[in-house]
């Protein structure tokens, strides 16, 4: 089957890093995203990776490998409005996206 | 109107009475899409629409329909509503079609069935 993990939840320190993670188990694949949610609201676009590598933009990075099966986003110099949940989800061989549960980040002062 | 929006932002049901959830978006975007999320799930795909006239079924269809009459709105009818349909709703559009494009999505409805 087909499947997106995250944790479910992390704390971190205001000006802090912290990276999320997530592993994918996808029939085939075509990329992946990485959108934020504050609560309440809906989910906006962060980044999209579908070639190995590191993409940075400003204090958000996000890192995939297609090999392992594996991204991250790393969020920098955290801010109080940071605190939101990070949904990961992959493109599969269909060009259908497979969600994760979201991880909700939890920044304190 | 700028994006998408949804109405009603919010409602209460009724358990068997019938609701249409509304969906426009400005952007002329060929592909729309409806999602459900629940605590603890990730979003799920409900129905889409490539374009302007197609519907497909997503992961869970069941309960639910849509219609695509023209490119701007893409309503999601509860025929008979059950409380497993509390849930809140995402409406999200996408310039193309295909997973790899990415998506905009409208405020949310949040429905609580009784």
């Known amino acids: 089957g087909q499947n997106i993990d995250q944790p479910t939840e992390m704390t971190a320190t205001e000006g802090a890093i912290v990276q999320i993670n997530c592993t994918y188990q996808?029939?085939?694949?075509?990329?992946l995203f990485w959108y934020q949610q504050h609560a309440g609201e809906a989910p906006t676009f962060l980044s999209y990776?579908?070639l190995d590598g590191l993409e940075e933009k400003g204090r958000f990075s996000s890192f995939l490998s297609r090999s392992k099966g594996y991204s991250y986003l790393l969020l920098k110099e955290l801010q109080m409005k940071d605190s939101a949940s990070y949904l990961c989800a992959g493109v599969d061989s269909n060009y259908q996206l497979i969600w994760g549960a979201g991880t909700k980040l939890i920044i304190k002062p | 109107i700028a994006g998408i929006t949804q109405a009603p932002t919010s409602q209460i049901l009724a358990a068997g009475r019938r609701m249409t959830l509304r969906c426009t978006q400005d952007?002329?975007?060929?592909?729309m899409y409806w999602y459900r999320q629940d605590l603890g799930l990730g979003l799920r795909l409900i129905h889409y629409?490539?374009?302007?006239?197609?519907?497909g079924k997503g992961e869970v269809p069941d309960g639910y329909s849509v219609s695509r009459a023209n490119t701007d709105d893409f309503p999601l009818t509860l025929a008979s509503a059950v409380p497993s349909q509390t849930s809140v709703y995402f409406c999200?559009?996408?310039?193309?079609?295909?997973?790899?494009?990415?998506?905009?999505f409208g405020p949310g409805t949040r429905l609580l069935v009784l």
């Open positions: 952007m002329r975007h060929n592909a």
């Open positions: 990776n579908v």
């Open positions: 996808t029939s085939g694949f075509n990329g």
């Open positions: 629409s490539n374009t302007a006239g197609t519907t």
């Open positions: 999200a559009s996408s310039e193309r079609t295909g997973g790899q494009e990415t998506q905009y």
